[in-house]
């Protein structure tokens, strides 16, 4: 159901209003956080609508809505990946100004987690010593904290100089079709990340997850994820790991050119998932292993 919180409201959800609008500074008079919408809390809905842009009709529908939580998200409260649709807030916002400060450009501060700051995060990540993965979770948080004296209050515009690098493997994946194949029921979150994964690098991306039984003939890959190599050895084994990057992309190269079938299948072996950004983790790794491999080999082996 749509929100639609109007005044002479009462309850648990206006208090959830009247907290972030707190949070943003806004006046809310003597009263405070009571529950009820009128008075103080309706003419700081219309600011805040004013401020961001909206409608000024003292309403909390879905768009005031959406505006206040992203308004209200604070670096470290979430964890920041790209997926399709980006995420997008206020923690971008301080992601983003951070690393243009520290001289990872991302482009323009817009707080949409796209490719530019996905690969900004991860070139930050190599600069300091973090896996190279360009999930902004706790660790990579902590280590932009510890260096918030350097970047809070700076100007985070990015000089003409200071490019950001290409959106990562976006040629690859609007060249080849992916199928990823999912039988096992534990694996379908790093499934359904990585074809997501695929979609916010390339809306051109051509990419389904299914079970292996519902094959198709139309794809140039199928990649299927499993726990454990196939017993007989029928299908070319890439093992991905996440510590060693560059072994995984070669093992998906050679499954590639050893293939002679058409479309080229893969087993991709990666540890069950203990998390969310664990399984965004192994997806990253799955994605960047076979994009790396699809554009070393390409048209030569597809």
């Not at 004296?149 to 959106?167: M, S």
């Not at 979150?189 to 003939?217: G, H, T």
Request: glycine share 8%; hydrophobic share 45%.
């Amino acid at each position: 159901m749509a929100i639609e919180i109007r005044r002479g409201a009462r309850g648990a959800a206006v208090e959830d209003v009247q907290k972030r609008l707190l949070k943003l500074g806004y006046d809310l008079g003597r009263s405070g956080v009571d529950g009820v919408f009128q008075g103080a809390t309706l003419e700081a809905v219309r600011a805040f609508q004013r401020s961001h842009g909206l409608v000024e009709d003292g309403v909390v529908g879905p768009k005031t809505w959406a505006a206040l939580v992203d308004a209200t998200f604070t670096l470290g409260d979430r964890t920041l990946y790209l997926r399709y649709p980006y995420l997008h807030g206020a923690d971008v916002v301080t992601l983003q100004s951070a690393l243009n400060v520290l001289g990872f450009p991302c482009g323009e501060v817009d707080g949409i987690f796209g490719p530019c700051t996905e690969r900004a995060v991860r070139e930050f990540q190599f600069n300091a010593g973090l896996p190279v993965d360009g999930v902004a979770g706790d660790e990579t948080i902590r280590a932009l904290e510890r260096l918030r004296h350097v970047w809070a209050g700076k100007d985070p515009a990015v000089p003409a100089q200071l490019r950001p690098a290409p959106a990562r493997a976006a040629s690859v994946l609007e060249r080849f079709s992916v199928a990823i194949e999912c039988a096992d029921p534990a694996m379908r979150a790093v499934c359904e990340r990585a074809a997501n994964l695929m979609q916010a690098i390339s809306e051109s991306a051509r990419v389904v997850v299914r079970r292996p039984e519902d094959a198709a003939a139309d794809e140039d890959v199928r990649v299927l994820v499993v726990r454990e190599p196939a017993a007989d050895g029928a299908l070319p084994a890439a093992r991905i790991e996440l510590g060693d990057p560059a072994r995984a992309t070669n093992r998906m190269v050679t499954a590639l050119a050893s293939s002679r079938d058409r479309p080229v299948r893969i087993a991709a072996v990666l540890e069950e998932p203990a998390s969310d950004e664990h399984a965004q983790r192994l997806a990253v790794s799955l994605v960047d292993a076979l994009t790396g491999a699809l554009g070393r080999t390409g048209e030569g082996v597809l």
